[in-house]
C-alpha cells in the first residue's frame, strides 16, 4: 500500500468509527535489523532499515479529557480512557502501546482535552518487525504535532522507549523506536545506542543486483513475556561481573575468560557476553564494507555468523528459524539470520535479485515439510521513517 492508499484508508476508518475526519494521519515503519541483535541495553551498536510496511494513526482532539484507541486490527478491542486515569498497566493490552504514549505527553494532550486515536497498520505484529514501536512512533509523531510541537525526534524515540518498558512492561532497548522514527530511504541506519550518534549508510542492495528476503516464520513471540527479559538480566549480570557498566565496554573477546568460573552459570554468562562482544564487532564490520561500497556480498557470511551466535551462544533462535537459515544458506543466499528479539519471529537472507525466487521456493518447501502453514515472505527495501502523511 502507497502513501496516498494509506491516507485514505485510515481516514476512512477514523470517520467510520468517530464520526468526525481527523486532524492528520501520521505514519511509522516497522524494520528489520541488519545486524546488531540484543546489543542495544548492552550500549552497543546497531543496523536497523526501516521496512515500507506502516502503522498509521489518524488523530483528532477530543473535548472530554479523555483517550480514545481504535485499532483495524483489533476491532473488537475499542478502550475508552480519561488521560488523567492512564496508568503503567492501564490500559493493558494493545491499547497499553498508544496509551503509554499518551501517558507520556499527559500534560500536552489534557491540555487539548484528549484524543481519539485511529490506528491502522500492514506491519505484521508479532513478528520479530517491530509493529509495537511502529505503533508507539506514529502516535508519538501525531502528540508532537497536536499537541506537543517542541520536541525533537530524540525525544519522541524516549517518549515511544518508555511507553514500551514502562507502560506495556517489555524490557526493549533503543533499537526499534531509534530504526522507525530516525531511519530514512535508501539507508541503515548505523546508531552508538550509548552516546545515540548516528551516520545514515548508504545500502541500495537493488543496484548491486541483490535483495534482502524477509521470511515471517509465523511463530508469535512476545517481548512482555520471559525469555527477553531473562537475557537481559544475564548481560547485566556478566557486565557487573566483569566490572564494567556495560557489555559494550568490552571488546576483547580474551577479556570474557574469566566469567567461566566452571560452574553452569559462569558458562551462560560467557556466552551471553560472548554474543554481544561479538556482535558489536559484526556490526562495525558490516558498516565498514558498506561505507567502503565494497561488494555488499561480503557482509553475507558476516549475517550468517550473526545468526550463529544468537542460536549458540545467545540461546534465542528456534528450529524453524535455523531451518530457514539454513535452507536460504544452502539454495544460495550469501548470508542469513534470524531478526528481532528472538524465540519466533522472522529471519532475513541476502540473495541475488535473480535468484530470488529460486531461494524463497526452497526456503518454503523446506518450510512446510514441518511446519503447519508456509511462511509470509517479502522483499525488504530500505524505507523512510516516521512521517505526517496528511
Ligand atoms: P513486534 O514488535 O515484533 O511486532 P511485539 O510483541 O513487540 O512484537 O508487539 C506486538 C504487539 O503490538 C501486538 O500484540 C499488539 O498488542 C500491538 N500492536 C502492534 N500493531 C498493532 C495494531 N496495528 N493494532 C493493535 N495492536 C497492535
Ligand atoms: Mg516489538
Known amino acids: 500500500m502507497n502513501d496516498e492508499q494509506a491516507l485514505k484508508a485510515a481516514r476512512e476508518a477514523f470517520t467510520a468509527r468517530f464520526g468526525t475526519e481527523p486532524a492528520g494521519v501520521w505514519a511509522a515503519p516497522g524494520r528489520v535489523n541488519v545486524i546488531g541483535e540484543h546489543t542495544d541495553y548492552n550500549g552497543g551498536f546497531v543496523l536497523p532499515m526501516a521496512l515500507p510496511h506502516t502503522t498509521r494513526a489518524a488523530v483528532a482532539p477530543r473535548t472530554d479529557g479523555a483517550v480514545a484507541?481504535?485499532?483495524?486490527?483489533?476491532?473488537?478491542?475499542?478502550?475508552?480512557?480519561?488521560?488523567?486515569?492512564?496508568?503503567p498497566g492501564h490500559p493493558s493490552g494493545w491499547a497499553g502501546y498508544p496509551a503509554g504514549v499518551v501517558h507520556g505527553l499527559r500534560d500536552a494532550v489534557a491540555a487539548v482535552g484528549g484524543l481519539s486515536v485511529l490506528v491502522d497498520s500492514d506491519v505484521p505484529a508479532g513478528a520479530g518487525l517491530s509493529s509495537?514501536?511502529?505503533?508507539?512512533?506514529?502516535?508519538?509523531?501525531?502528540?508532537?504535532?497536536?499537541?506537543?510541537?517542541?520536541l525533537s525526534a530524540d525525544d519522541l524515540v524516549d517518549v515511544a522507549r518508555r511507553a514500551e518498558n514502562d507502560f506495556v512492561g517489555a524490557p526493549t532497548g533503543i533499537l526499534d523506536q531509534s530504526a522507525s522514527m530516525l531511519c530514512t530511504e535508501g539507508h541503515a541506519l548505523f546508531l552508538d545506542t550509548r552516546d545515540r550518534s548516528r551516520?545514515?549508510?548508504?545500502?541500495?542492495?537493488?543496484?548491486?543486483?541483490?535483495?534482502?528476503?524477509?521470511v515471517d516464520t509465523g511463530q508469535a513471540h512476545e517481548h512482555a513475556g520471559g525469555g527477553y527479559?531473562?537475557?537481559?538480566?544475564?548481560?547485566?549480570?556478566?557486565?557487573?561481573?566483569?566490572?564494567?557498566?556495560?557489555?559494550?565496554?568490552?571488546?576483547?573477546?580474551?577479556?570474557?575468560?574469566?566469567?567461566d568460573d566452571g560452574t553452569a552459570e559462569g558458562e551462560v554468562l560467557l556466552r551471553r557476553a560472548r554474543h554481544i562482544v561479538t556482535e558489536d564487532a559484526r556490526v562495525l564490520e558490516v558498516v565498514a564494507t558498506l561505507r567502503a561500497k565494497?561488494?555488499?556480498?561480503?557482509?553475507?557470511?558476516?549475517?550468517?555468523?550473526?545468526?550463529?551466535?544468537?542460536?549458540?551462544?545467545?540461546?534465542?533462535?528456534?528450529d524453524l528459524l535455523d531451518l530457514v537459515v539454513e535452507a536460504a544458506v544452502g539454495a544460495g543466499a550469501y548470508g542469513a539470520r534470524m531478526v528481532g528479539g528472538g524465540f519466533g519471529g522472522s529471519a532475513i537472507a541476502l540473495v541475488d535479485a535473480d535468484r530470488l525466487d529460486e531461494v524463497t521456493a526452497a526456503i518454503v518447501q523446506r518450510f512446510t515439510a514441518v511446519a503447519p502453514a508456509p511462511p509470509r515472505t517479502f522483499v525488504a527495501v530500505p524505507s523512510a521513517g516516521a512521517r505526517r502523511l496528511g
Open 294 to 318: 565494497d561488494d555488499v556480498r561480503a557482509i553475507g557470511p558476516v549475517l550468517t555468523a550473526g545468526h550463529e551466535s544468537l542460536r549458540d551462544d545467545f540461546q534465542i533462535s528456534t
Open 229 to 259: 527479559g531473562d537475557r537481559r538480566r544475564e548481560c547485566e549480570d556478566a557486565a557487573a561481573r566483569l566490572g564494567v557498566q556495560l557489555l559494550r565496554e568490552v571488546d576483547d573477546v580474551a577479556a570474557l575468560a574469566v566469567l
Open 199 to 214: 551516520e545514515q549508510v548508504p545500502f541500495d542492495l537493488a543496484a548491486a543486483g541483490l535483495a534482502l528476503l524477509v
Open 132 to 150: 509495537s514501536a511502529a505503533l508507539e512512533c506514529a502516535v508519538a509523531l501525531a502528540v508532537r504535532d497536536l499537541c506537543a510541537p517542541g
Open 69 to 87: 484507541f481504535s485499532s483495524v486490527q483489533q476491532p473488537e478491542d475499542d478502550v475508552v480512557v480519561p488521560v488523567a486515569e492512564l496508568t
